[in-house]
């Protein structure tokens, strides 16, 4: 019913900037919660950020000042800046939806991969 979208991914130097997008589409009522969440080679997938549909914000420590999350109607950002390479991870985007009232499911894109490198 709803699918995500990703693009912006790709090659950058430290210190660069990448920004992502990830468009919804589908059968949604409202958002609830979209995020960006990444995961290394061999780690877990963790939460990069967050926006709920108040515009309430969070961020990861490691990405605080660095990383600024957006949403424009179906699409949300993520601005990436002062790139390092620990970034380096394929991100995924994520959206935890109302389809109706009473009826709220979560979506992930397919992941796209960062490489941050000189």
């Known amino acids: 019913q709803v699918q995500l979208v990703e693009s912006g991914g790709g090659l950058v130097q430290p210190g660069g900037s990448l920004r992502l997008s990830c468009a919804a589409s589908?059968?949604?009522?409202?958002?609830?919660?979209m995020g960006w969440y990444r995961q290394a080679p061999g780690k877990q997938r963790d939460v990069v950020a967050t926006i709920t549909s108040g515009g309430s914000t969070n961020y990861a420590e490691s990405v605080k000042g660095r990383f600024t999350i957006s949403r424009d109607k179906n699409t949300v950002y993520l601005q990436m800046n002062s790139l390092k390479p620990e970034d380096t991870a394929v991100y995924y985007c994520?959206?935890?939806?109302?389809?109706?009232?009473?009826?709220?499911?979560?979506?992930w894109g397919q992941g796209t991969q960062v490489t941050v490198s000189s």
């Open positions: 589908g059968s949604i009522s409202s958002f609830n919660v």
């Open positions: 994520n959206a935890n939806i109302r389809l109706y009232v009473g009826l709220n499911r979560d979506y």
